[in-house]
């Protein structure tokens, strides 16, 4: 007869004692430490002789980033600008150097560690661009400037409201000499983007004035007047003629537009307008051609004084204005040569500031 274990026994037999939890002692979380360390250490003289060699590569790639960076000659010949051959150059050298990088964190086997750093990299990028936003957008634009090349040393250009003679392109901004002779700058950015007009480019320039003159004045007589004084006068081209235009036709005037071409290389175009005007007035005056007053429109609060008594009034005979300015045939025109004061100065400054200059003169 088999005598079956009873279910108590059982119970006893396969229950395992329940664990009991070790209270964690200081000196056996210091030994688990000092354990790691050790592991730490071992391991990192095991991979000794691949950091030596990881850093070694990384060197060598750095170096010939550095020689082929100064081999880029091909760049200026393929008519790339100075700027841009510049950032070719640092690029060139980054891109050489970050393959070594690669290629020593993959003897290292840490190549996920690279894919870490590029992320914060990149994040750490968004926001340096963010903060340096305005300056990569001058850096770029003086890239652009220095390609196209708008203009060059000494050129007169107007952007906006400011006007003068371009004396250099900086990688961030261009200087300008005002025709007041102070240093203007003007950030790329602003200058990429906005119209801008180059006086230089062709040598002909067009000057104009206005002249009113009373509705009563034979206008065919005017114009021609104003037509053969522009003929004579020295710095006005006869090709293109000058022109004498109506502009305008008011109720107590005739607004006429005179207009004459120079060559700027040979004459100054304000020189040349203030005598234009100068001559156009005396010829006028000769031909009894009047220009309109103003006309006031007075309110008196008060009756007027008695005016009916007779009051003696001693005739003059007016001088005639003629005689006392003289005759259009006897003025003597001023100078009008070209005003080479501002390229004095522009010149001086290149000589006497080393500062960088992406422009060819």
């Known amino acids: ?3 079956l274990p009873s279910m108590a026994a059982i119970l006893l037999t396969t229950t395992p004692p329940p664990e009991v939890d070790e209270e964690p002692t200081v000196s056996g979380q210091l030994q688990s430490v000092t354990d790691k360390f050790q592991e730490l250490g071992a391991t990192a003289l095991d991979m000794l002789p691949l950091f030596v060699i990881a850093i070694i590569v990384v060197v060598l790639f750095w170096f010939l980033g550095g020689w082929l960076s100064r081999r880029t000659g091909w760049m200026k010949r393929v008519g790339m600008s100075e700027l841009a051959t510049l950032l070719g150059k640092r690029v060139v050298r980054l891109l050489v150097t970050a393959v070594g990088v690669i290629i020593g964190l993959e003897l290292l086997n840490a190549t996920a560690l690279f894919s870490a750093v590029l992320g914060v990299a990149g994040v ?3 926001a340096v661009g963010f903060a340096f936003r305005n300056i990569v957008e001058n850096y770029l634009a003086g ?5 196209r090349n708008p203009f060059r040393i000494g050129d007169v ?4 409201e400011f006007t003068g003679n371009v004396v250099r392109l900086t990688s961030r901004d261009t200087v300008l000499m005002t025709l007041d002779g102070n240093h203007l700058r003007i950030p790329n950015s602003v ?3 906005s119209s801008m007009t180059n006086f230089t480019l062709n040598p002909l320039r067009r000057v104009d004035f206005y002249v009113d003159i009373t509705p009563d004045a034979d206008l ?6 104003c037509v053969s004084i522009l003929h004579q006068m020295k710095g006005i081209l006869d090709e293109p003629a000058p022109q ?3 502009h305008e036709l008011g ?5 006429l537009r005179v207009l004459g071409w120079v060559d700027q290389r040979q004459t100054d175009v304000l020189k040349i307008r203030s005598e234009a005007i100068r001559f156009v007035k005396q010829g006028f005056d000769e031909a009894a051609i009047e220009m309109p007053e103003p006309t006031y429109r007075l309110r008196f609060e008060t009756e007027l004084p008695d005016t009916s008594k007779p009051v003696a009034v001693t005739a003059t005979k007016p001088k005639s204005k003629t005689a006392e300015k003289g005759s259009l045939a006897e003025l003597t025109q001023s100078d009008v040569s070209a005003d080479r004061t501002i390229d004095k100065q522009v010149t001086e400054e290149l000589r006497n500031s080393d500062e960088q200059n992406l422009l060819k003169s």
Do not use: E
């Not at 109720?251 to 607004?255: E, H, K, L």
């Open 220 to 225: 065919a007589d005017a114009r021609q007047l």
């Open 1 to 3: 007869m088999i005598k």
């Open 157 to 160: 250009i107007q952007i906006g």
């Open 251 to 255: 109720a107590s005037t005739v607004v």
């Open 143 to 147: 890239i652009l400037l220095s390609a």
């Open 124 to 126: 750490f990028g968004i």
């Open 191 to 193: 200058i990429i983007t």
């Open 244 to 246: 004498c235009l109506i």
